[in-house]
T-cell receptor
Framework: GIQVEQSPPDLILQEGANSTLRCNFS?????LQWFHQNPWGQLINLFY???GTKQNGRLSATTVATERYSLLYISSSQTTDSGVYFC???????????FGTGTRLQVFP | KAGVTQTPRYLIKTRGQQVTLSCSPI?????VSWYQQTPGQGLQFLFE???????NKGNFPGRFSGRQFSNSRSEMNVSTLELGDSALYLC??????????FGSGTRLTVV
């Protein structure tokens, strides 16, 4: 099956810093999503981005499908950005999601 | 548009009991998927239902089952609970575009 690797596993930042999270996947996919898991466990959908670039406020994401990776950029980080960020992929839109192991981000004031 | 609703939020059960979790998808979404999250195994796919039919199943024992009703609401059931079933159970619904949207989850503790 498809393997999903995320890096780095842990990231500690001071408020205001920028960061880049990476997701590598081992096969072609038709669906790629970035999620933020909040302290209560809910997975918040950040981006649906099987290819191309999207931006939403301080967050942006880029997926290069031909090279099988995606990047999540967080600019001017805030303490509320803390949590675990997951990348998840599926081969086609109706297939199960395969999750990476996540990047745990801690932002300190 | 209301999101994905899971009930209950928290549950404590004793080994050997059974449990039923509920998930109401986003209005208009016909696909409902279930995932289990544990510290050791991460997020793992349990099963997916579409129009009341199981379309996909993960690698879990038969104690884990589910169903979907005509209004797209779904339930999952775990029988003969084991300590290792303690986990966060997440439900996701999907339309035709924009991927999956997850509910807040049910945190199950088996004692």
């Amino acid at each position: 099956g498809i393997q999903v690797e995320q890096s780095p596993p842990d990231l500690i930042l001071q408020e205001g810093a920028n960061s880049t999270l990476r997701c590598n996947f081992s096969d072609s996919v038709n669906n790629l999503q970035w999620f933020h898991q909040n302290p209560w466990g809910q997975l918040i959908n950040l981006f649906y981005i099987p290819s191309g670039t999207k931006q939403n406020g301080r967050l942006s994401a880029t997926t290069v499908a031909t090279e099988r990776y995606s990047l999540l950029y967080i600019s001017s980080s805030q303490t509320t950005d803390s949590g675990v960020y997951f990348c998840a992929v599926s081969r086609y839109n109706t297939d199960k999601l395969i999750f990476g192991t996540g990047t745990r981000l801690q932002v300190f004031p | 548009k209301a999101g994905v609703t899971q009930t209950p939020r928290y549950l404590i059960k004793t080994r050997g009991q059974q449990v039923t979790l509920s998930c109401s998808p986003i209005s208009g979404h016909r696909s409902v998927s279930w995932y289990q999250q544990t510290p050791g195994q991460g997020l793992q796919f349990l099963f997916e239902y579409f129009s009341e039919t199981q379309r996909n199943k993960g690698n879990f024992p038969g104690r884990f089952s589910g169903r979907q009703f005509s209004n797209s609401r779904s339930e999952m059931n775990v029988s003969t609970l084991e300590l290792g079933d303690s986990a966060l159970y997440l439900c996701a619904s999907s339309g035709t575009v924009n991927g999956y949207t997850f509910g807040s989850g049910t945190r199950l503790t088996v004692v």
